[in-house]
């Protein structure tokens, strides 16, 4: 007697232990996270950006000349560079339409 339960209650915990196995994988795969409101608000991807080449373009054509640097910073492009006036700027501009955010003095030329 003693024999039948305890083979009994093995092949029982081992059907337990076989089912919460097979359903684990399943809760798993429902509990993946979800999108974060802030990737909803994110920046416009780099991939909408314009290029370099395409700022510095957009930019001379508002008179800017003497171009030092153009770097992409986290949601902009930062630009150092001549104003139509002669002085330093340095300017944020939008990556994606290429307008001028701020504009900062630096020096006179």
């Known amino acids: 007697m003693r ?8 092949a029982l915990t081992g059907g337990l232990i076989g089912a919460g196995a097979a359903i684990a ?3 798993a795969q429902s509990a993946a996270p979800a999108a974060t409101p802030a ?5 416009a ?11 510095q373009t957009k930019l001379e054509a ?3 000349t003497d171009f030092r640097e153009i ?7 930062e630009v150092k ?9 340095e300017l944020d501009v939008d ?11 630096k020096r006179s030329k």
């Open 62 to 64: 508002a008179g800017y």
């Open 45 to 55: 991807a780099q991939s909408n950006w314009m290029s370099l080449k395409d700022v």
């Open 25 to 27: 994988p399943a809760f």
């Open 3 to 10: 024999a039948t339960t305890l083979i009994a209650t093995l």
């Open 71 to 77: 770097e992409r910073e986290k949601n902009k492009y």
């Open 81 to 89: 560079a001549t104003d139509p006036q002669g002085q330093r700027v």
């Open 95 to 105: 990556p994606v339409t290429g307008d001028v955010l701020k504009t900062e003095v």
């Open 39 to 43: 990737a909803a608000t994110a920046p």
